[in-house]
């Protein structure tokens, strides 16, 4: 049986201390659920890791075609190459795709470990671990750090998907994806990777300031930049000489 003092002043102000018991679940009879709740986390983080070999499994014939991928040119002298990114059109046919398959695999991975081990945390500190000790912030810190990574690399891989982009009068990269929307998808990155570093380094430290205010300038550049922007390059400079502004990009897509 586990008992936990504390020791205040007495009543009325009188200064002569005494002491309170609190009466911990298993000194009142009650019994111990930590090692039950374990169990459930980890039968939890088994069936994440069967779900996600389930449905890596279903994507088979994406990481087949990456694995055989070869140039869409026959002519190694004469590349077949988007004219936008300058890149063979065969990366967009096989190695995008898998690319995003990685990306959300990881994603999904390391958001369900940070969710295993913030309840395994939680589970410790009811039965009166430190659940605050650096070792446990360095290891919510860097799980979280490397999904934001995660999240900067995809905002990469969504610029290159502008290839199969419908935002303007022919299928591909528009006035506006080229002039907005890749600007904004490079700011994100940037701003995803600061607030993955601050994320970890304020683990160690216990600074969170700097993390917050990437935070606050992420979800202020996500509104504005990845959003507002684009709309008001679209409404205020492609439509009223769409043609003109497209004309280019329309002939990339023939």
Same mark, same amino acid.
């Given at each position: 049986f586990r008992r936990v003092l504390f020791r205040s002043q007495g009543p009325y102000g009188t200064g002569r201390p005494y002491r309170v018991v609190r009466e911990e679940p298993a000194a009142i009879g009650l019994p111990d659920l930590g090692p039950l709740a374990m169990l459930a986390i980890g039968g939890l983080a088994l069936a994440i890791a069967v779900g996600a070999g389930g449905a890596l499994a279903g994507q088979w014939e994406t990481?087949?075609?990456?694995?055989?991928?070869?140039? !869409?040119?026959?002519?190694?002298?004469?590349?077949?190459?988007?004219?936008?990114?300058?890149?063979?059109i065969a990366w967009f046919l096989f190695e995008l795709p898998f690319l995003r398959l990685a990306q959300g695999t990881v994603?999904?991975?390391?958001? @369900?470990?940070? !969710?295993?081990? @913030?309840?395994?945390?939680l589970v410790a500190a009811t039965r009166g671990r430190d659940v605050l000790a650096t070792p446990v912030r360095v290891h *919510?810190?860097? *799980?979280?750090?490397? !999904?934001?990574?995660?999240?900067? !690399?995809?905002?990469?891989?969504?610029?290159?998907?502008?290839?199969?982009? @419908?935002?303007?009068?022919?299928?591909?990269?528009?006035?506006?994806?080229?002039?907005?929307?890749?600007?904004?998808?490079?700011?994100?990155?940037?701003?995803?990777?600061?607030? @993955?570093a601050f994320l970890v380094g304020g683990?160690?430290?216990?600074?969170?300031?700097?993390?917050?205010?990437?935070?606050?300038?992420?979800?202020?550049a996500s509104f504005f930049v990845g959003t507002l922007y684009p709309a008001a390059v679209q409404r205020f400079t492609v439509e009223p000489n769409k043609f003109a502004q497209e004309e280019r990009f329309i002939g990339n897509n023939i």
């Open positions: 990481i087949l075609l990456w694995l055989n991928r070869v140039p !869409f040119g026959t002519d190694p002298a004469s590349p077949v190459v988007d004219p936008v990114f300058g890149r063979d994603n999904g991975l390391v958001l @369900a470990s940070l !969710f295993v081990a @913030a309840m395994g945390y *919510l810190g860097v *799980l979280a750090g490397m !999904f934001l990574l995660s999240t900067a !690399f995809g905002y990469q891989l969504d610029k290159y998907e502008l290839a199969y982009s @419908a935002n303007g009068v022919a299928t591909g990269v528009s006035f506006t994806d080229a002039n907005a929307r890749f600007f904004a998808y490079d700011l994100l990155t940037v701003v995803s990777g600061l607030a @993955a683990a160690f430290t216990r600074w969170l300031w700097p993390l917050g205010a990437t935070m606050v300038v992420w979800l202020l």
